[in-house]
């Protein structure tokens, strides 16, 4: 299986909204979203979960599922480098009031 996005006429009130279809052996994810949430980021998120869940119920049941490992590799890459990114370069040799001051300015 895989992520597949379908064009559907189908419209919601809500901003947030995932069906999901069972096919017996596949599942099949739909996602509707408003702007600013990405439905290929959420789905991608809710496909790592899903395969994440079946796995741990297939080969370890008794697994807490607050064990699971639910994100993506590219979306915990996003979260904890591109967007954790706080270094910032700032001049040594003023003490900090002045540098509060500039930054008032």
């Given at each position: 299986?895989?992520?597949?996005?379908?064009?559907?006429?189908?419209?919601?009130?809500?901003?947030?909204?995932?069906?999901?279809?069972?096919?017996?052996?596949?599942?099949?994810?739909?996602?509707?979203?408003?702007?600013?949430?990405?439905?290929?980021?959420?789905?991608?998120?809710?496909?790592?979960?899903?395969?994440q869940?079946?796995?741990?119920?297939?080969?370890?049941?008794?697994?807490?599922?607050?064990?699971?490992?639910?994100?993506?590799?590219?979306?915990?890459?996003?979260?904890l480098?591109?967007?954790?990114?706080?270094?910032?370069?700032?001049?040594?040799?003023?003490?900090?009031?002045?540098?509060f001051?500039?930054?008032?300015?």
């Amino acid at each position: 299986p895989g992520l597949r996005l379908l064009d559907s006429s189908e419209r919601t009130n809500y901003p947030l909204c995932l069906s999901v279809n069972d096919y017996g052996s596949d599942l099949s994810l739909m996602i509707h979203s408003v702007q600013p949430a990405d439905p290929q980021r959420l789905g991608a998120m809710m496909q790592c979960a899903l395969e994440q869940l079946t796995d741990a119920l297939a080969h370890t049941p008794q697994m807490d599922v607050t064990q699971l490992d639910v994100l993506p590799a590219a979306e915990r890459n996003l979260l904890l480098e591109t967007f954790n990114q706080t270094r910032q370069d700032y001049p040594t040799d003023l003490c900090i009031q002045h540098l509060f001051e500039a930054q008032v300015r």
